[in-house]
């Protein structure tokens, strides 16, 4: 990486976007050696519940949920031919999910999982999510879940979107010793709203810690394991969880929460941390306003940033700005378009055929699966159906032919899109892999 005369930096790889395709693609191209510049706002991570799913249900009108992630995905690929996960192999989506864990542990943020096999977990409502892998301060709610041992909830007044009655009550007939309480949050702040970052960042501090445990610890009586918020500890997670779970004295386990979430927070800051001190440089809050090959090879992209932009020279991009949240796609009354590059986008032949009649229809709406169509080395195509440019990729939510939302599996195809993206920039610019 560097910066030439004329002040425009220079990379191999520049990365669009700042959500989990974006972050992964940022730490697989550094891992393997690659100078890279990440552009984008990492806003999106805000609204994640810090679950990674990799695949749980197919055909999404059944709905068929299933245990065994692999299992689907064998189907999926069968039903689906242009799905993403038909680009990929299992291995390539193990190695990936593998080396995102271990850097997220690294950065202190510990995941769990099953290989092979997907995990249930409560949602702030009382139902049950299948997914894959989970954050170590929820993973006792998996066995929890499983075994149904005599269980006590915990929410806190004035916390909006969650309430432990509701789950135990949902849950009474399947889970007869489960059960709530509702107590004051310890920190002796005033006001009746409380936010989960707030709460989070109190319990970083010892004394409220020890609050915590004296408040519920006269409830604990004849209790196995105890359900709480995801509020244990912001950037000190790991040691928040496990001293309140040692002083309770029975496994303490976090259910998710509805946005802004604290597990998305973290991983976020999980993201933003460990890629600067691998040396990826980081554009965050600022937007590509033009980007366009140069006849040499590689691109030129102009970057946001006032008063002047900024200009880098790569190599290769990997397009990773997500679908209308991360505005990697927009639509007006005409169609849907791609913001950066004005690819063609896959979508349905006219605005009245975006949406099914019924909003709750089970098997979705078209426009859902718009998006980026690409080659197997996730190359977008143009629309003549070739690669639009040699080191042009594409990764995440952005790719086409997928409902990521209604079948689970939005990490999975972030982080096993983002390694085959960088795979095949290496391969086909020499560098291996």
Known sequence: ???????????????????????????????????????????????????????????????????????GIRALVQDLPKHPYAYLQRSDIERAFAELLSFLSSAGVDYRHRPGR?????????????????????????????????????????FKGFCAKQIAETLAGRWPGIRSIRIRFPDGGAGSDRWAERMAMSLESKPHRDALVRTVGPQLKAVECVGLPAILGLHRAREVHAEVERMMGVPVFEIPTLPVSVPGIRLREAFLQ??????VR?????????????????????????????????????????????????????????????????????????HREDFFDPKGHPVNRSGIEIDKWFRPLDRSGVPSAETLFAAGTILAHQDWIRMKCGAGLAISSAWAAVKAFMKITGSGI
């Open 282 to 354: 980081t554009l965050h809050q600022h937007r590509v306003v033009s980007a366009q090959r140069e006849a040499g090879g590689g691109f030129r992209i102009w970057v946001r940033n006032h008063p002047t932009d900024i200009q880098i020279h790569s190599r290769g991009v990997l397009l990773a700005t997500g679908r209308f949240l991360g505005q990697g796609l927009a639509a007006d009354r005409t169609g849907i378009r791609e913001t950066v590059f004005d690819l063609p986008v896959f979508q349905p032949g006219s605005r009245t055929a975006w």
């Open 118 to 158: 997907n995990v249930k977990v409560l949602t702030p409502v009382g139902t049950i999510k299948t997914t894959y892998c989970v954050p170590k301060t929820m993973w006792a709610g998996v066995a929890a879940l499983e075994d149904k041992p005599p269980c006590l909830l915990v929410d806190v007044e004035g």
């Open 1 to 71: 990486m560097g910066v030439r005369a004329n002040g425009m930096h220079c990379c191999d790889l520049t990365v669009i976007g700042a959500g989990m395709a974006g972050m992964a693609g940022a730490l697989f191209g550094v891992n393997r050696g690659l100078s890279v510049i990440q552009v984008g706002t990492a806003g999106e991570s805000l609204f994640a519940s810090g679950l990674l799913d990799l695949l749980a249900v197919h055909p999404v009108e059944s709905p068929k949920v299933w245990d065994i992630p692999w299992e």
């Open 274 to 279: 460990g890629l600067a001190r691998k040396g």
